[in-house]
Structure formats: C-alpha cells, structure tokens
Nanobody, 124 residues
Framework: QVQLVESGGGSVQAGESLRLSCAAS????????MAWFRQVPGKEREMVAR???????AYADSVQGRFTISQDNAKQTLYLEMNSLKPEDTATYYCAAATVPFCPGRSRSGYTYWGQGTQVTVSS
C-alpha cells in the first residue's frame, strides 16, 4: 500500500522560507516521476514542480527561481524548498507520485498517488 505523508507546512511572513517534505512508503522514490501541486479553495489544483526519474526538473512560472524540488532516494523523501515566499503562495500543498519514469505533465490526472496535503500560509 502506497502512502505519501507531507510535512513542513506552516504560517510565515512574506519573504521567508519553508521546506516541505513528503515521506513515501510502499513506493520507491527516484524510480518514477514525482511532483508537488497546490490548491486554494475554489480553484483547480495546479502543478508547482515536478522531477523525473532521471532528475529532470520543471517548475510553474510563478515559482521559477524561488522553489526547488529535490529527492533523497535513501530517505525515500521528496522535498520542496520554498524561498522568498509571497502571499499568493498560500495554498494546500500536495505531494503526488506517478507510475511512469517520465513526467506526465502538469495535469493532476497523470499522477496515481497523493498525500493528504499540508497547509502553507504566507502573510504580508
């Protein structure tokens, strides 16, 4: 049974940083594509960053240069380092895992497993 458990969310001021973690069990980090999505009430869940099995990374334009996705295969953990946070980054952040090595794109439909989400709130 695959489980993805996010942690690291919280409330911060604009300009500060947070690091989100996603601990995986029943799933081998580094074998397939993984991603971070975020969602605010009333809006579609959007992809923030993704990383392929060979380490290729892609980011949403809104976070390019501020967020970094990484993974630690030994710890079976996916990370999202978020710097220079802005109020518009406020959302629930979700870890997602695909079952293919290449990344299926920005659509949530390409990802099979999801975490429960962790809230990030950025105040101005």
């Amino acid at each position: 049974q695959v489980q993805l458990v996010e942690s690291g969310g919280g409330s911060v001021q604009a300009g500060e940083s947070l690091r989100l973690s996603c601990a995986a069990s029943g799933y081998t980090v580094g074998t397939y594509c993984m991603a971070w999505f975020r969602q605010v009430p009333g809006k579609e869940r959007e992809m923030v960053a993704r990383i392929s099995s060979v380490g290729g990374r892609a980011y949403a334009d809104s976070v390019q240069g501020r967020f970094t996705i990484s993974q630690d295969n030994a710890k079976q953990t996916l990370y999202l380092e978020m710097n220079s946070l802005k109020p518009e980054d406020t959302a629930t952040y979700y870890c997602a895992a695909a079952t293919v090595p290449f990344c299926p794109g920005r659509s949530r439909s390409g990802y099979t497993y999801w975490g429960q989400g962790t809230q990030v709130t950025v105040s101005s």
